[in-house]
Structures are given as C-alpha cells and as structure tokens.
C-alpha cells in the first residue's frame, strides 16, 4: 500500500515537472515569435523611411530644377559648349571665345545670363535677402593690371618672393585669361545696404544663395577645401570665395550639387562618362 502510495505521489510530481516545463516552452515560443515580429516590424519601418527620404529627395532635385524646364516663364536653355566654358589657371580662355556683352544692375555680364541673373536677384530681394552686383565682365586688360597689382602687394607687405606671389595672387585674383571674369559668366555679389568690408559669406545673403542659386543655374564657384578651409582648393586652384558665383545653366547646376561636384570634377565626370 505504501509503494502504491508513493508511485502516486511520485507521478503527480513528474506531472507537474512536466507540466511546467510545457508552459516554459510555450512562454519561451512566445517570446521569440514577439521578437520576430518586432524585428520585422522595425525592418520594414526602416524601410519605409529611406523609401520617404529617397522619394523626399527626388521632389526636392525636381523642384529646384523646374523653374529651368517648365511654364511659360522658363529660363533660357543654352549649350554646354557654352554653360561649362571652363577657365581657371591651366585652362585659358579658348581662343575665339567671344562675349555678347549685356548689363545687369548697371555692371557687365554676358547677355545671355542677365534673364537668369535677374530672376534669381529679385527672387533674393522677395526673401527679405537683396542682393547687389559688385562685378561682372572684366576685359583682359583690366584683369592683369589687378592680376600685377596683387602680385607687388603681396611681395611688399608680406616679403614674397615674386613666384609664390604670383601663384598666390592667381589663386585669389587670377591673371587676364586665366581668370573666369573674362566669361562673362561669372559675378560677384555683395549684401544690399551692407557694411563696407563686410565678410559675405556671413550675411544672410550668402545663405539664400547657398540654397537657391542652382534653381537659376549658378554655382558657387570656388567652395573651401574641407581639408584646409583657410587654404586653396586643389581642385579649383583657388581659394574660398563666398561672393563669387558662375552660371552653368539649371540643368548642370542641380546636378552638381546632388553630386557635390565643383566644375573641375563635374566636367571630368562628364569626360568619363563620353558626355
């Protein structure tokens, strides 16, 4: 009667181990199927998102890039043998290169950019942000006289040798040639009702043109080399100039700010893609 006894107390034991080892296991699947489920849910709200943020990106690159393409009020469209004429210390200005001479609040630009150029000036001025043309075109001659210029001031004041000041003042002032300004396509800006000597690149309007310049086909010209901001950008061969902006037409300009690209490493890019 005793080992009866015991044999029923024992299987009751072994029942409730069991038992609890069953609830055990379906907590456990329990618990994993909940993580799954998290996990998933956490995927696929990842991927929602930099499915928004790419979509987000393309509305935004199709904005900017419409006021150039669309509507009655479109932008000239020009030919890139034109909007990438590149000039910088190892390119001259190509030979034959002519400009068709127009003005823009009074300061000579090359004609075909004034449509633009003025757009984008009034646009500026709509934002709380006026802009003023402090330089255009400059004939060759012009140029040099402030390319030699440069060269005796930095050669007085600093004590250069005349070759390190001519490299410096190409970097900064560019001789007759070999500097943009001959384009016509090129402008620098100051703020409207600014203070003299005023540094441009910490006002207001050279943050509306950082952000919007591209809707009208500009560039900034000569960015800061992220290395060694101070210094010049051994991609452009100059150094960062916050006033000093250039048209590459609407097209262009979008895309190189989606590539980060100046007009150096765009051109190039377009090189190597047979463009």
Known sequence: MRRRSEKI??????????????????LMTAVAVTLCISIAAGAVLA???VKSAAAKARETLAAVAAPASSGS??????????????????HPLPSGYSVELGTCGGVPVDARIVPALTRMMDAARSAGAPLKLAAGYVPVAKQDEAYQAAVRQ?????GMSQVL???QA???????????????????FSAEGGK???????????????QNCVQYGFILRYP????????????????????????????????MRELSMCLEEYIDYLSSRGG
């Open 9 to 26: 107390v024992k299987g009751r034991v072994e029942w409730r181990k069991q038992n609890q080892v069953k609830k055990i296991r379906i």
């Open 47 to 49: 991927w929602l998102q």
């Open 73 to 90: 009020d479109s932008l000239p469209v020009y030919d890139d043998s034109f909007n990438l004429t590149l000039v910088n210390a190892s």
């Open 154 to 158: 930095l050669m007085k004041t600093r």
């Open 165 to 167: 000041a001519e490299n």
């Open 170 to 188: 190409q970097a900064t002032v560019g001789r007759g040639r070999y500097s943009e300004n001959q384009t016509g396509l090129a402008v620098t």
């Open 196 to 210: 003299s000597g005023e540094n441009f690149g910490a006002t207001a309007q050279y943050r509306w043109l950082a």
């Open 224 to 255: 800061a080399d992220e290395s060694n901001p101070a210094g010049v950008n051994p991609k452009t061969g100059n150094s960062f100039n916050p006033s000093h902006f250039r048209y590459v037409g609407c097209d262009n300009a979008v895309k």
